[in-house]
Each structure stands twice: as C-alpha cells, then as structure tokens.
C-alpha cells in the first residue's frame, strides 16, 4: 500500500476554480492507478475522476467531465484534481486513492477496486 495525503481544498465561490494534490509515498507511485472521490454529508462516497499509471488515460464522472482535469506527475509522486466552475453541489471532503495497476484489471469507477485512501480535504463550494 501507499500512503497518501491531499491538500488544496477551501472555500470557493460558484464558478470559481480550485485545485488539489496529493502527495505519496514509497517508491512505486509509477505503478499505481490514481483515483479522486468526493463525500458531501449524508451522501455515499462517489467518484470523481482517475487516471492510468502512466497517465494516458483518465477517467470521469458524468458530473465533472468537462470541467475537472486529473493528472499526474510522476517524478513528483503527485497526482492533482483541478476543479473549474465549480457547483455548489461539489461541496464534499475529496478523496485520493491508489491501487497498484500493475496487477489484474481493475475498475477505476469503483471505489471497492482501490487499496489505499488518503484522509481527505474539505471542498467548500458558495452559491
């Protein structure tokens, strides 16, 4: 597993634009999948977006498309969320997780497919 932490989240007006990182550790980020779920109160944990190992392909919400961008950046062991246009809907603590994608083919929407979550941060959206 992967030990993983997010940053970036705040208060934002609607329409406004924020954008997240979380930072790993251990020396194998390169083989991880990397995915983003929201939370808002009272609501299942939901996904957001992901991207593949090597960051070719990335992954959406039918919600979000269109308007967040994951990526990755490998050196760094970092992969980002950048919001734009941001709902207050969006209002949830956001999520980072990781499963090793070098091993059997696993769904990227599905949250059970994930190993290793970071704590999450919290995403104010204001109408």
């Known amino acids: 597993q992967v030990q993983l932490v997010e940053s970036g989240g705040g208060l934002v007006q609607a329409g406004g634009s924020l954008k997240l990182s979380c930072a790993t550790s251990?020396?194998?980020?390169?083989?991880?999948?990397m995915g983003w779920f929201r939370q808002a109160p009272g609501k299942e944990r939901e996904f957001v977006g992901a991207i593949s190992m090597s960051g070719i392909n990335t992954y959406y919400s039918n919600s979000v498309r269109g308007r967040f961008t994951v990526s990755r950046d490998n050196a760094k062991k970092t992969v980002y969320l950048q919001m734009n246009s941001l709902k207050p809907e969006a209002t949830a603590v956001y999520s980072c997780a990781a499963f090793d994608g070098s091993g059997r083919f696993r769904d990227y929407y599905t949250k059970a497919s994930y190993d290793s979550w970071g704590p999450g941060t919290q995403v104010t959206v204001s109408s």
């Open positions: 251990g020396r194998t980020f390169n083989n991880y999948a």
